[in-house]
């Protein structure tokens, strides 16, 4: 389920074939620091961005791209990561498995029953990020900080694709795309345990921990719950009642006026202590989901099925 990654190699790790990778790229251009005299080279390679420096070289761009020719509609698992770094191993003439990987995007694609936007509508808030819902069929998930290492991302991707003028297999236009993606960014070592190198990406143990880790944060998110049809026969006191009453304002409302409400109680400092925020986040969360009023969306049990059955091959 990898799409995006970022490398860096070492030049030791290139060894002496370092001075002809500028050889290899595609619409090279070379810039030099009038202040340093340091050289750097830019250009691409099968759709990938490479600069060359001093030190070593840098590589960003989608594996599944460069695999399929362009194409990222299929992401990699395991084994086709293999075979995408098999083949720039083959297109740099040296292989890369040593080279450190400094970010990477992890996800899939889901084909839904409805329009992308009436899922997302029901996702609510995740502990200790942000929702952002950029427009009906892009939702984010980011921290406060000027730094982002992590970014959960969810949209349409038949839409992404058309927008970027990315080529879409003939039998999937038109279809319901929702993509969920892990953004990892930076120190990837502290966020995951592990030091991650090329190699470390086809490893069984760590991409199960990926795909564990993928999971657990979008069950983490607060779902839309539908209502009982028989929910008024479970009233017994005016407690209930007004349980009931708070339960149904908040599940038919758009998730976005709920995480609006309390990142617009935060802009106005109304708790000193920050915890609050999140003791109402799941308080609210609670009502919403009441045992006894409530029952799972029948869309949110869809997208639940899809992310448990994510990654079952390995």
């Given at each position: 389920?990898?799409?995006?990654?970022?490398?860096?190699?070492?030049?030791?790790i290139v060894?002496?074939q370092?001075p002809?990778?500028?050889?290899?790229?595609?619409?090279?251009?070379?810039?030099?620091n009038?202040r340093t005299g340091?050289v750097?080279?830019?250009?691409?390679?099968?759709?990938?961005?490479v600069?060359?420096?001093?030190?070593?070289?840098?590589?960003?761009?989608?594996?599944?791209?460069?695999?399929h020719?362009?194409?990222?509609v299929?992401?990699?698992?395991?084994?086709?990561?293999?075979q995408?770094?098999?083949k720039l191993?083959?297109?740099?003439?040296?292989?890369?498995?040593d080279?450190?990987?400094?970010?990477?995007?992890?996800?899939?694609?889901?084909i839904?029953r409805?329009?992308?936007?009436?899922?997302?509508?029901?996702l609510?808030?995740?502990?200790?990020m942000?929702?952002?819902n950029?427009?009906?069929?892009?939702?984010y998930?980011r921290g406060?900080?000027k730094q982002q290492p992590?970014?959960?991302a969810?949209y349409?991707?038949v839409?992404?694709?058309t927008?970027?003028?990315?080529?879409?297999?003939?039998d999937?236009?038109?279809a319901?795309?929702l993509?969920?993606?892990?953004r990892?960014?930076?120190?990837?070592?502290?966020?995951?345990?592990?030091?991650v190198?090329?190699s470390?990406?086809?490893?069984?143990?760590?991409?199960?921990?990926?795909v564990?880790l993928?999971?657990?944060?979008?069950?983490?998110?607060?779902?839309?719950?539908k209502i009982?049809?028989?929910s008024m026969s479970?009233?017994r006191?005016?407690k209930?009642a007004?349980?009931?009453?708070?339960?149904?304002?908040?599940?038919?409302?758009?998730?976005?006026?709920v995480?609006?409400?309390i990142?617009?109680m935060k802009?106005a400092?109304?708790?000193?202590d920050?915890?609050?925020y999140?003791?109402?986040?799941?308080k609210?969360?609670?009502?919403?989901?009441?045992?006894d009023?409530?029952?799972?969306?029948?869309?949110?049990n869809?997208l639940d099925?899809e992310?448990?059955?994510?990654?079952?091959?390995?």
């Open positions: 389920m990898y799409d995006k990654v970022k490398f860096w190699i070492d030049r030791a060894g002496e370092f002809s990778i500028v050889n290899l790229l595609d619409e090279a251009n070379t810039q030099v009038q340091e750097k080279t830019f250009g691409s390679l099968g759709g990938l961005r600069a060359v420096f001093i030190g070593g070289v840098s590589i960003v761009g989608s594996l599944a791209k460069f695999l020719n362009g194409s990222n299929y992401p990699l698992d395991r084994h086709t990561t293999a995408a770094l098999e191993g083959d297109a740099l003439h040296f292989q890369i498995g080279a450190k990987v400094t970010g990477l995007e992890f996800g899939n694609n889901f839904m409805y329009d992308v936007a009436a899922y997302l509508s029901r609510g808030a995740m502990p200790r942000c929702r952002l950029i427009n009906p069929t892009s939702l998930y406060n900080g992590k970014i959960f969810f349409d991707k839409a992404d694709a927008n970027k003028g990315m080529d879409c297999p003939e999937l236009r038109g319901n795309m993509r969920y993606e892990m990892l960014k930076g120190r990837l070592s502290q966020q995951l345990g592990v030091s190198t090329a470390t990406l086809n490893d069984e143990r760590f991409y199960r921990m990926l564990r993928y999971q657990d944060n979008y069950f983490s998110i607060s779902k839309t719950h009982k049809s028989d479970e009233i006191t005016v209930d007004f349980s009931l009453f708070v339960s149904r304002l908040i599940n038919e409302a758009d998730q976005a006026t995480t609006g409400f990142d617009e802009a400092g109304v708790f000193e920050r915890k609050n999140t003791r109402l986040a799941k609210l969360q609670e009502v919403a989901a009441m045992a009023l409530t029952e799972p969306d029948e869309l949110i869809e099925d992310i448990k059955n994510s990654g079952a091959y390995w």
